[in-house]
């Protein structure tokens, strides 16, 4: 009797501890549960959050800053003196006596389409991102810090010697981000390159140079400092770095590439190509994602310019006839996407700026025949700016992301009425679970939504209406609609060769 009842007793103790351990969130957090999505537009907080794959934590998607600190000419040249703790108190006070006339002096100088970001303008987003979403976990920022034209507006208010102007780039990078910092004290800043965010002229970098390593310095100021002194030295180098995502995000790396390089408007200061910052580049990325895979990680790829073909710039010189092998391209080859492409088992989103639109698109495996659902395929969101300079409303992104996967469940964009930060009204533009009815944001969904959009090619769909109407804040519709069926073919085909067979399949 006494074995009989020493065996049951043990049994009962694994029982007890087997039921425990099926029942607890570490047991059941890989299982795929379907996402909610019944807080939208208000803050995460605790009671938001539920247990395994239905938790989602918020953050910030930004792109395309543009700060201008010309706009008031007179302020500017106190700028150029003053340090970067300074600056706040200098761009607050009111406006110099003759800053209307002569902002409009720099403007007929330099040329520039319209007007990018005044102080103004970035504060009253830094606060409305405060007030939608105050417990962001971690803020993304796809590029252009600083504003168009930066050379000739800094050149017609100080005169141009190249070592005040670094010094005053520098600063201006700095103030941007000491902005975005204090308003989110505590919160990672990821932040990439954009072709403007430079010492030289536009799309003009120098690998390895004194600039990249200060900004580097600046960069890594908004990171953990666990991570700060990785990500300045591989910045320095070529003005890329990945980092692993702070906590409640779970074994993701960002790694945040700097497609200046890649651009076909890249050039040195001095006007040639460096073609080892290329291949040096791609190499390390390419280091960087078989890591990624061998440890089992989840990958965010963060860069300014998307790949694939310039819809608005190709449609614009009319090279959308059927036939046409020179479409313009965002990037001077296939080699980031064909990257991209090669590790999408570890990669969850694909981050970028650039176009200032709301955009979406697709990066997959080119094949004969139909499509499976395990074919590689990448999703890629292209977060539209801040800036107003090509005639949107200034917006940001809300993102939910669940952290145990790096999924984007659901995401929204909140708009200006105005463009100029001066009595703003920020509002809600819409969310995307609710506008195209997709449990998140991934590579099947994104394909299903480019799929009904190429059926669609008079944009007569409830889905087709909305992201006509969303692609650039503020309504401005009648941008799109007469390109729609070769934008969607940008949207779903990355290559030239691709792109070409899907324009001339609309006239057949």
Known sequence: MRSMYNFSWHQTIFWFWLLILISS??????????????????????????QGGNRTIPALLISDIHFDPFHDPAKARQLVDAPVGQWRKILSDPPSPNQQKDFAALQDTCHPRRVDTPYALL???????????????????SGDLISHDFPCMYNNTHGMEQSKYQAFVLKTLCFVMTELRQSFRGVPVYVALGNNDTTCKDYSLDAGSDFLAQTGRIVAEGLPPSQQQQARAMFAKGGYYSVMMEAPMHDTKIIVVNDVFLSPEYRTCDGGIDSHAITDELAWLKSEFCQARRLRQNVWVMGH????????????????SCGNREHIMFLSSDKLADLLIDYADVIRLGVFGHSHMDEMRLLERQINGPLASSEPRVAIKVVPSISPFNGNNPAFTVAHV????????NYEVFEASNQTGIGTRWSREYAYAEKYHKTNFSPLTVKELIAEFEMDRNAKTEASKNYVRYYSVGNAS???????????????????????????SIGQ
């Not at 504060?123 to 920022?141: C, G, H, W, Y």
């Open 402 to 409: 669940d952290p145990t996967s790096a999924a984007l469940q």
């Open 305 to 320: 310019i998307p790949p694939g073909v310039d819809p608005y710039e190709t449609h614009k010189e009319k090279m959308d």
């Open 25 to 50: 969130p570490l047991a059941s957090r890989d299982k795929a549960q379907p996402a909610r999505f019944s807080q939208y537009g208000a803050p995460y907080n605790s009671a938001n959050a539920t």
């Open 478 to 504: 009648s941008e799109l609609k007469p390109y729609w069926p070769q934008y969607v073919c940008a949207q779903a085909y990355d290559t030239d060769e691709a792109f070409n067979k899907c324009v001339c």
């Open 123 to 141: 504060q009253s987003s830094l606060k409305e991102m405060q007030s939608r979403q105050p417990d962001a976990k971690f803020i993304t920022v």
